[in-house]
């Protein structure tokens, strides 16, 4: 896949700027503590370590719908996603794109969404990712202390 270079800037924009946010909420005794990965389908999203995904799941359109349905059957997707326990916040058809899906989750199991996607999703459509974090506690915060 290739993007436009404003795409490239915009996204290399989006990445800084999220890696500096939740380094906000990081301090250095947590980048240093090792601990064990939480078991697959473990952990809740809570107010303190939900994420919000967006994924773009766009179709192959050099091939007829009715043979991407039976690859995804046939690959488990609706069977596999989302995880349990994962929630769907909104999931919509966008035509000329495909579907694309919103899920909250908690951090750690960003990984198990990635590859419940790349087992069962790869080959019937193209897949973008994009994280982002509940920022509107803060916003109203910074609101209320500039009044």
């Given at each position: 896949?290739?993007?436009?270079?404003?795409?490239?800037?915009?996204?290399?924009?989006?990445?800084?700027?999220?890696?500096?946010?939740?380094?906000?909420?990081?301090?250095?005794?947590?980048?240093?503590?090792?601990?064990?990965?939480?078991?697959?389908?473990?952990?809740?999203?809570?107010?303190?370590?939900?994420?919000?995904?967006?994924?773009?799941l766009r179709h192959d359109q050099s091939?007829?719908?009715?043979?991407?349905?039976?690859?995804?059957?046939?690959?488990?997707?609706?069977?596999?996603?989302?995880?349990?326990?994962?929630?769907?916040?909104?999931?919509?058809?966008?035509?000329?794109?495909?579907?694309?899906?919103?899920?909250?989750?908690?951090?750690?199991?960003?990984?198990?969404?990635?590859?419940?996607?790349?087992?069962?999703?790869?080959?019937?459509?193209?897949?973008?990712?994009?994280?982002?974090?509940?920022?509107?506690?803060?916003?109203?915060?910074?609101?209320?202390?500039?009044?």
């Open positions: 896949m290739t993007f436009a270079p404003w795409q490239r800037r915009s996204l290399r924009r989006f990445i800084s700027l999220l890696l500096a946010g939740m380094c906000l909420f990081c301090d250095g005794s947590t980048v240093a503590q090792t601990v064990a990965a939480p078991q697959a389908g473990s952990a809740t999203a809570t107010a303190d370590n939900a994420v919000l995904l967006t994924v773009f091939r007829p719908l009715s043979e991407l349905n039976a690859q995804l059957a046939k690959q488990g997707f609706y069977k596999a996603f989302p995880p349990p326990g994962i929630e769907v916040v909104s999931w919509y058809v966008v035509m000329g794109i495909g579907q694309v899906v919103t899920l909250r989750l908690p951090a750690s199991r960003l990984r198990e969404v990635n590859r419940v996607l790349e087992d069962t999703a790869w080959g019937a459509y193209h897949t973008e990712f994009y994280p982002a974090y509940d920022y509107k506690a803060v916003a109203a915060a910074e609101h209320e202390k500039a009044q």
